[in-house]
């Protein structure tokens, strides 16, 4: 029997926990997820705990944010006018928005607080700076 190694298309159910116990996503009532392992279509622990499974194998793996989303920037978070906000959008707290960043590259941003005159955004992915933990099941190599 094989193992994934860098380059094979695997199929694999998981579920992520955050170290409270809090699931943050899961597989397992969808189709499994396809990648292809070493392409940096996932973070890269996980790409490490995959390699080398075979199939059937079950494994609980612990990722901390360098190869998961990053440590959380404090210049991530800033605060914007409301009249930088298109005309007519009421923000709200826990609201995404999309901006632009210098180089034209789409910034995702969640509203964390409201002000008379500005919003505070934060840039940060929402897992990053938190260890990750993830059941892995290795479905297929194809």
Same mark, same amino acid.
Do not use: C, W
């Given at each position: ?7 094979? @298309?695997?199929? *694999?159910h998981y579920t ?5 116990? @809090? ?39 612990? *990722? ?12 991530? *978070? ?26 034209g590259q789409p ?10 005159? @500005? *919003? ?23």
């Open positions: 029997m094989s193992n994934a190694k860098s380059g094979d @298309t695997v199929k *694999i992520g926990t955050l170290d409270d116990g @809090t699931q943050f996503d899961s597989s397992k009532d969808r189709d499994p997820l396809e990648f292809e392992v070493g392409s940096g279509q996932v973070i890269p622990g996980f790409d490490k705990a995959v390699e080398g499974m075979a199939v059937g194998e079950e494994k609980t793996v612990n *990722i901390e944010p360098g190869d998961a989303y990053g440590q959380r920037h404090d210049q991530m *978070i800033q605060e914007v006018p409301k009249s930088a906000l298109p005309e007519g959008m009421e923000p709200e707290v826990g609201m995404g928005l999309q901006a632009q960043s210098q180089d910034v995702n941003l969640l509203v964390t607080e409201i002000g008379e005159e @500005t *919003i505070t955004v934060d840039g940060n992915h929402p897992l990053a700076g938190k260890n990750l933990n993830f059941d892995i099941q290795l479905v297929s190599i194809g």
